[in-house]
């Protein structure tokens, strides 16, 4: 059994998300024949011109047009490189399905050069 199976795990890791650009990013595709339920994500290591990071607004979710279905759109601030932000899921999450793509969308871009990291935390169960 894969330690990602009801467990909760790192998922995935994507370095140097483009904060200053309004787009979404596949951060975590659920693998054939599970279920993923995503707890958490972790937004670290701020790098650029746009630092402190206080204008940027994104969201996360599983397919939707806006990726918001598990972490509403909102302002996300970190003041330094060595800072991070823990984001939870919020009440009534919707979960992942195989196949289905976990994004995240940045909806006000930062407005000067800006880069993070993301971890994606959640558990995978059987579908």
Do not use: H
């Amino acid at each position: 059994m894969d330690a990602k199976q009801k467990t909760l795990a790192l998922l995935a890791t994507v370095d140097d998300i483009d904060l200053n650009a309004v787009a979404e990013t596949t951060l975590y595709t659920c693998p054939a024949g599970m279920v993923c339920y995503v707890t958490s994500v972790v937004m670290r290591k701020p790098a650029g011109a746009g630092l402190p990071m206080s204008t940027i607004e994104a969201s996360f979710g599983w397919n939707t047009a806006n990726a918001d279905d598990v972490i509403a759109n909102a302002g996300r601030d970190l003041t330094d490189g060595t800072n991070y932000l823990i984001i939870g899921a919020i009440d009534d999450a919707v979960y992942g399905v195989a196949a289905g793509t976990f994004k995240i969308d940045v909806q006000v871009a930062e407005g000067a050069a800006l880069t993070c990291s993301v971890d994606v935390f959640g558990y995978l169960v059987p579908a």
